[in-house]
């Protein structure tokens, strides 16, 4: 007598049913990593740039600007981080910041598609030890709103510190 192997209906039915429930607790899990990783990313882009802009300031006792760029080859006065920042030497120092032959463009940040950076500078000017640099702050946000912001706080004296509340404490505000 042969035993016949295989599944039945009722196998089926509960493996789908396990399936489903896997599915819909795992997609917004996923969903939450990949948001978490992508603000992650451009926050940690531009912790780095004012670590490097703070140490080529000091090197080169030079200004060193970070400014918003949508094509990362010159400044822009639009206030939209979002869409690109940039970091050079600003051998010049004219204000507003402007590239100029010579002056050597360190970094430059990509878009920040589906999210928000917000800073309360137009720009950020890093100088040598002995003058003091811009401090501000800046704010980003996604699509989950104000509970999963972040804020890079960067010092007077350029020493950037990441958080999840605004520098005077309070909880930080994502604009729409």
């Not at 531009?46 to 490097?52: K, N, S």
Request: charged content about 20%.
């Amino acid at each position: 007598m042969h035993r016949q192997t295989g599944l039945t209906l009722a196998d089926l039915v509960i493996t789908a049913g396990l399936l489903t429930i896997l599915s819909t607790t795992a997609v917004p899990t996923f969903r939450q990593l990949l948001l978490d990783a992508r603000m992650t990313a451009h926050v940690n882009g531009l912790v780095h740039a004012v670590h490097l802009a703070k140490q080529t300031a000091h090197a080169r006792l030079a200004e060193v600007v970070l400014c918003p760029s949508a094509d990362g080859r010159q400044c822009v006065d639009d206030g939209q981080w979002q869409n690109g920042w940039l970091l050079f030497v600003n051998e010049n120092r004219d204000d507003p910041p402007r590239v100029t032959v010579g002056e050597a463009t360190l970094a430059a940040g990509s878009i920040f598609d589906r999210g928000q950076i917000r800073a309360n500078r137009r720009y950020f000017f890093f100088r040598a030890a002995t003058t003091r640099s811009t401090n501000g702050t800046f704010t980003f946000c996604d699509d989950r709103g104000a509970d999963h912001a972040r804020a890079l706080i960067v010092s007077y004296t350029g020493r950037p510190r990441t958080s999840r509340r605004a520098p005077d404490g309070k909880s930080l505000i994502c604009q729409t």
